[in-house]
Each structure stands twice: as C-alpha cells, then as structure tokens.
C-alpha cells in the first residue's frame, strides 16, 4: 500500500490544520493507522492512531484534547485534525498503516509510511 500525506503548511500558534493521508494499491479496511512527527533533531514520536475499522482511536498525552484522528474507509483516507497548535508542533507529520490488530503506537509496528508533510506553527 502507498501513503500520500498531505495539508501541511504554516499557521499561527492557536489555529488549526487537517492533515489527510490518502492510502493506494492494495487497499482495505484492514490497515490500522498511525500518525507521527519528526521535529528537526528529535527523534519520530508517535501522535495518535486509529484502529481498523475506526472504533478506537489512543493519542500522544501531549496532543491528547488537541488532535483528532478519524478515517474514511470509501475513500481509503485518514484524518488528522489539529486544532490549538503550539509552536512545538512544528514537525514533519507522518501517517503509516500497520496490520496490527490494537492500536500500536511505536515506528517498528508500522509497514508502510508516507513521505511526510510539514507543519509550521509560528508563535
């Protein structure tokens, strides 16, 4: 499966931006999805994910109230919206899909990546 993630750009400390990860090929509903963040010098951490079929979702403490994560499974695509950004949001975001059944929350449980969209949150 091919991930495009897309929606990025630069916004203000306190405003909002829905990213969106559109997935190809050999796409189903079987594929759990995760978001991360990368920011310069720091290592991926994990951000949110969302199960199969979009029952659970489980997000990082520090976007936890922020973030929401949901999924259209008609259109193969995943959601990111963000809302409240902090200027420590700034990051390259990533969504990835994993075969695992509960929502996996690490870079290792993760197949297929994107090749990641930035966002700048200016303070």
């Known amino acids: 499966v091919q991930l495009q993630a897309s929606g990025g750009g630069l916004v203000q400390a306190g405003g909002s931006l829905r990213l969106s990860c559109a997935a190809s090929?050999?796409?189903?509903?079987?594929?759990?999805m995760g978001w991360f963040r990368q920011a310069p010098g720091k290592e991926r951490e994990f951000v949110g994910a969302?199960?199969?079929?979009?029952?659970?979702?489980y997000y990082a403490d520090s976007v936890k109230g922020r973030f929401t994560i949901s999924r259209d499974n008609t259109k193969n695509t995943v959601y990111l919206q963000m809302n409240s950004l902090k200027f420590e949001d700034t990051a390259v975001y990533y969504c990835?899909?994993?075969?695992?059944?509960?929502?996996?929350?690490?870079?290792?449980?993760?197949?297929?990546w994107g090749q990641g969209t930035q966002v700048t949150v200016s303070s």
């Open positions: 990835a899909a994993t075969e695992s059944l509960t929502v996996a929350t690490t870079t290792m449980a993760y197949r297929y």
């Open positions: 969302i199960t199969m079929l979009g029952g659970s979702t």
């Open positions: 090929g050999r796409t189903d509903s079987r594929y759990a």
